[in-house]
Nanobody, 125 residues
């Protein structure tokens, strides 16, 4: 059974940092795209960042416009985990953050077949 389990969410003050992690199990995701989306109350799920296998034993990252310059995405555990280092957090970053994995990857939710249950991030002003 495939599982994506997020961790690292919590409450942080504006300007602070958080590191989210997502561990995948049930199959090998090393050649899959893995990424993060977020959903604030009353809003649609929004792309945050993703990494995709680039074919030369490395991954290429892609960041959403709203987090450019503030987040770093990385893959670990032979590509079966994805981490999101978030810096200079703002109240507008408050949301449930979801880990996703897919054979296509990209910035659309339809590009991902597997989803975690989410971890909450609250940024206080």
């Amino acid at each position: 059974q495939v599982q994506l389990v997020e961790s690292g969410g919590g409450l942080v003050q504006s300007g602070g940092s958080l590191r989210l992690s997502c561990a995948a199990s049930g199959r090998t995701f090393s050649r899959y795209a893995m990424g993060w989306f977020r959903q604030a109350p009353g809003k649609e799920r929004e792309f945050v960042a993703s990494t995709k296998w680039s074919g030369d034993n490395s991954y290429k990252g892609h960041l959403g416009d709203s987090v450019q310059g503030r987040v770093i995405i990385s893959r670990t555990n032979a590509g079966n985990a994805v981490n999101l280092q978030m810096n200079s957090l703002k109240p507008g970053d408050t949301a449930v953050y979801y880990c996703a994995a897919g054979s296509v990857g990209g910035s659309n939710t339809a590009d991902y077949e597997y989803w975690g249950r989410g971890t909450g991030v609250t940024v206080s002003s």
